[in-house]
C-alpha cells in the first residue's frame, strides 16, 4: 500500500500540486485523473522523488521512504514509467530491460529477465533488436516491463496510452491488468477515458494541483467529477471523504 500525505511541489513562484494526499493498494490499478496542467505528472514525479518537494510524507507498505532519493525509492519497491516512455532507441530491447534492473547482481538480473520473457513472449523473440525500431505499442510494453525489472510492489505510470493506437491501447491496458492482478499496485495518470474505465477501481481527481474529489470510477462519473476535471470547472477545495 502507498500512501502520499500533504505532498507539495513548487517550481519557483508556482505552486504545481498542493497538499495532495492519497492512497493506493495493492492488487489494484488507482487512478489519477484531471486535465492538461493539473498536476498529475508532478504528483508522480513528486513521489518518486524527481522533484524536489516542499512538504510531504511517502509511505510504502508502513516503511518511511520520503528521505529516499530515486535509486533507494527504487530499491524499496517503487518504480516509475515516465510519460513518453523514455527508453534508449539505439539500445537492444534487452540492455533496455536491463536498465531497470540497474545495481543487481547477474543472476537476479537474468531471473527477472526470465519472468519478463515468460510474461511478453515477443519481448524475448526481439529482445537484441533495437528499441527504437518497435512500434509505439510495443515500446510502451517495453517502458512497462523495464519497470517491472525492479521488482516493484507499486509502480507509477504516466500517460501510457499517449500516441498509441486503439488497438495498442488494449494491449498495454491487457499487460497493466495482469500486473494489479499479480498483487502489484499500480497508481495511473491516464487521460484515455475509456481506459480508465476499464482498469481503474478507485480514482483521485485533481485539478489546479489539488485532490478535488475521490471515489470508485463508476462514482466519479456518475457525479460528473471527471468530466469537470476535464473541463477545468474543478475548482473547489478536496472533500474527498477518504
Ligand atoms: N519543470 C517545471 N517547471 C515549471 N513549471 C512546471 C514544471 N513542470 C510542470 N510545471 C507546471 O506545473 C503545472 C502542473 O504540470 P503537470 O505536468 O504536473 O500537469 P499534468 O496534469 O501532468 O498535465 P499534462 O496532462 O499536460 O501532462 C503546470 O502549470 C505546469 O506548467
Redesign the pocket.
Known sequence: MLTVEDLT?A??P?T??RGVTLHAAPGTVTGIL????????????GIHGR?PRSSGRIVLDGQDVTGHDTRALVRAGLALCP?NRRLFPGLTIEDNLLVGAHGQGRKVRRQRLRGIYDRFGWVHARRAEPAGRLSGGQQQTVAIARALMSDPRLVLL??PSSGLSPVAVDEVGEALRDIARAGTAVLL?E?NVRLVRQLCSTAWV?AH?EITAHGTVAELFAAGAVSDAYLGKATVPPDSGS
Not at 38 to 43: D, L, W
Open positions: 511541489v517550481f519557483g508556482t504545481a500540486v484531471g486535465a492538461n496542467g493539473a498536476g498529475k505528472s508532478t504528483t508522480l514525479l522533484v510519460e504516466d500517460e495518470v487521460q485533481i494541483g
